[in-house]
């Protein structure tokens, strides 16, 4: 039977957007809603395609074989209802461009900068470059490809520059240029925003530049998603916490982690406004700074500088790939120079950071890991050449005091939350801690209502795709507000 469906919803890729189209319709004749599609559509129009898709059958799976015309549009309706209640708008941030002053090939002249009180008005900005020669375009290429992504107090710069640009320097600070021309820089985004001067020179010494001033603000998330907010802070003023962050998205020899590094720098966040950990007491290691002799120092020498027995609370977030060996019995986490086909050698075994944590006796421990070890990426990539892995040993006995919040069951894939432009997991786990996970009212969150707020959430959205899991005492406070 030929019908036109939900043409309101977001466009996706061609394949997928078909499967979905085709889950609606076997929802449509399996309960009889012919006489109902305006309605349908209409209650599923706000979402994408996919998350339409999860709707209809996280549905089918809560109506467990009920499929009346009445009860599947009941269960339908109230499924968007609860999922649309979670969204919100806000003011988006900006990246403005300024004017700034003329550049000369003494690599030394100073460089006046637009401080953000600056009353400069934002106009088109004109490269200055100190010589005509038509070779100069190569700066006008170099700056095409700079990239800004704004993620909450994080500002993160990309670009590539052809081998005649020797040095590209963020505000007088030079940035490593790797061998193949890109470089990439982090800078920490005040709440006044950032005055930003780039700049660019050649082997010549010619020197050319781009000014722009940078905004945090509230931005708005593609499809309205409210973005991650801390907005509480723990009432535990003077216990000692101390957290490794660890998040990797761009791999070297594995197919990318779709906003890993936006989850740990979210993390960094709540942990330091939420949780009151101290800058100072947080090792963070984000993008290529994740690699495995880094991650390897930061438990091992690291962690034993910090952690005082019987007093410290631990916080471990892992956001990236995991990864099982060949008998699906040792689980791993994979820095961004691991290797698929060396786990012993390349990756960071789960076991072995559990080991050498209780070497330290914390007084709690608390892992958040959105990772999966089913062998498929986020975007359901193979991992491997191999044929999918099942986990068919489940984890040794975590320590004591040592509370586990894992994405997903030993054999689902961590998802992503595209339209938060964060892991689905980390999205849900973190907005819990914003208040929402406070299930009874009193001001705090135990950790099992921030369990049981994640995995209502993550599993609704994903329709039952990807379940959490939690290990330890449920009664413990995680954080406790005034």
């Known amino acids: 039977m030929k019908r036109i469906l939900l043409t309101a919803l977001v466009s996706i890729a061609p394949a997928t957007e078909a499967l979905a189209m085709s889950k609606v319709s076997a929802f449509i004749d399996d309960c009889v809603l012919q006489g109902q599609q305006t309605e349908v559509s209409r209650v599923l129009t706000p979402f994408s395609s996919k998350v339409a898709a999860n709707i209809i059958a996280f549905t089918r799976k809560q109506l467990d074989g009920d499929l009346t015309p009445d009860a599947c549009l009941f269960a339908l309706r109230g499924n968007a209802d609860r999922l649309s209640r979670m969204v919100t708008s806000s003011q988006p941030s900006s990246i403005t461009p300024i004017a700034r002053t003329q550049i000369t090939t003494n690599s030394n002249t100073s460089i006046s900068k637009v401080n953000s009180t600056s009353t400069t008005p934002a106009i088109p900005v004109t490269p200055i470059s100190p010589f005509a020669d038509p070779k100069s375009d190569y700066f006008e290429s170099a700056f095409e490809t700079v990239r800004v992504d704004v993620d909450g107090i994080e500002a993160l710069f990309s670009g590539r520059v052809p081998s005649d640009i020797t040095t590209v320097r963020l505000n007088r600070q030079a940035v490593a240029i790797r061998a193949d021309g890109s470089w990439q820089h982090r ?228 998802l992503p939350y595209s339209e938060a432009q964060h892991g689905l997991f980390s999205y849900w786990w973190l907005k819990g801690l914003e208040g929402d996970a406070d299930l009874n009212g009193d001001r705090q969150i135990s950790a099992g209502e921030l369990n049981r707020f994640t995995r209502d959430r993550v599993s609704r959205q994903s329709g039952g795709l990807q379940v959490p899991e939690f290990s330890g005492n449920p009664e413990t406070v995680v954080l406790a507000w005034d």
């Not at 001033?213 to 499809?223: A, C, D, E, V, Y």
């Not at 942990?271 to 880094?294: C, M, Q, Y």
């Not at 914390?362 to 193979?382: H, L, Q, W």
């Open 187 to 414: 800078a920490y985004l005040p709440e006044a925003g950032l005055s930003v001067d780039l700049e660019m020179i050649d082997r010549a010494g010619a020197m050319n530049g781009r000014a722009f001033n940078i905004t945090r603000g509230n931005f708005t998330l593609s499809g309205g998603v409210e973005p991650i907010e801390p907005k509480l802070h723990d009432r535990s003023l003077g216990v000692d916490r101390v957290a490794v962050i660890i998040g990797v998205d761009g791999y070297r020899s594995l197919p990318n982690a779709a906003y890993a590094e936006a989850d740990a720098l979210s993390a960094y966040k709540m942990f330091t406004r939420t949780l009151n950990i101290p800058a100072a007491n947080v090792k963070d290691l984000i993008g290529t700074n994740a690699n495995e002799v880094n991650i390897k120092l930061a438990f091992r020498q690291w962690l034993a500088s910090r952690v005082v027995a019987g007093k410290t609370e631990l916080y471990i977030f892992y956001a990236g790939h995991g990864l099982t060996d060949g008998q699906g019995e040792k689980r791993y986490w994979m820095p961004y120079d691991g290797h698929s086909q060396l786990l012993d050698d390349t990756a960071i075994a789960f076991n072995d950071v559990m080991e050498t944590v209780n070497r330290f006796s914390p007084a709690k421990t608390f892992v958040i890991a959105d990772s999966c070890y089913s062998g498929a990426s986020r975007t359901e990539v193979a991992l491997t050449a191999q044929r999918p892995i099942r986990v068919v040993k489940k984890l040794d006995a975590l320590p004591e005091n040592t509370y586990l919040f894992a994405a997903t069951q030993p054999d689902q894939t961590a």
